[in-house]
T-cell receptor
Framework: EAQVTQNPRYLITVTGKKLTVTCSQN?????MSWYRQDPGLGLRQIYY???????DKGDVPEGYKVSRKEKRNFPLILESPSPNQTSLYFC????????????FGPGTRLTVT | GENVEQHPSTLSVQEGDSAVIKCTYS??????FPWYKQELGKRPQLIID?????GEKKDQRIAVTLNKTAKHFSLHITETQPEDSAVYFC?????????FGAGTRLFVKA
């Protein structure tokens, strides 16, 4: 089944404890991206990747890191999480020839206390 | 920075009526305009999209219109059904960047 997967789906952590949210797609998509969803703000782009080893900042990259060592994986890293990073996170992917019509993962609800 | 404004934030219609959601974008270089539907507790799903060289696109009960001059695009849902109840997001893309509107919560009353 073609899909985007994320893990974990739910995470409660404490300020400053490094964490990684994994994202994987099995559709051979070139483009992958991370978004955070907050009430009243819609989805905001954190980072995106056009292909392996090619990444760039979105609108809200502060406090986040990403890497794209393999085409299928695009992990999101929070080196020192803070409470303002409490949010719902979505990974998404898209084939190059589909413009940027996105396939979203199921989401990861992160709480930082 | 660039932004996308979406209105209304909440919309309530009677089953069978039409619903219209409007978005305005600021980046004149935007060239791709998708719409996503997000049901409660679920991921957003692409329902329709339009490119900047097209003025209108229709897919069964949903249609999207684009006015590049006014930097304005709209989603039209006809003959609404209870299962259309969800949050709808518009978005504007340029290159590899996508900016989303804040969302419209649509309620369809049976």
């Amino acid at each position: 089944e073609a899909q985007v997967t994320q893990n974990p789906r739910y995470l409660i952590t404490v300020t400053g404890k490094k964490l990684t949210v994994t994202c994987s797609q099995n559709m051979n998509h070139e483009y992958m991206s991370w978004y955070r969803q907050d009430p009243g703000l819609g989805l905001r782009q954190i980072y995106y990747s056009m292909n392996v080893e090619v990444t760039d900042k979105g609108d809200v990259p502060e406090g986040y890191k990403v890497s794209r060592k393999e085409k299928r994986n695009f992990p999101l890293i929070l080196e020192s999480p803070s409470p303002n990073q409490t949010s719902l996170y979505f990974c998404a992917s898209s084939p190059r020839d589909r413009g940027l019509g996105l396939y979203f993962g199921p989401g990861t609800r992160l709480t930082v206390t | 920075g660039e932004n996308v404004e979406q209105h209304p934030s909440t919309l309530s219609v009677q089953e069978g009526d039409s619903a219209v959601i409007k978005c305005t974008y600021s980046d004149s270089a935007s060239n791709y305009f998708p719409w996503y539907k997000q049901e409660l507790g679920k991921r957003p799903q692409l329902i329709i999209d339009i490119r900047s060289n097209v003025g209108e696109k229709k897919d069964q009960r949903i249609a999207v219109t684009l006015n590049k001059t006014a930097k304005h695009f709209s989603l039209h849902i006809t003959e609404t059904q209870p299962e259309d109840s969800a949050v709808y997001f518009c978005a504007a893309s340029r290159g590899f960047k996508t900016i989303f509107g804040a969302g419209t919560r649509l309620f369809v009353k049976a």
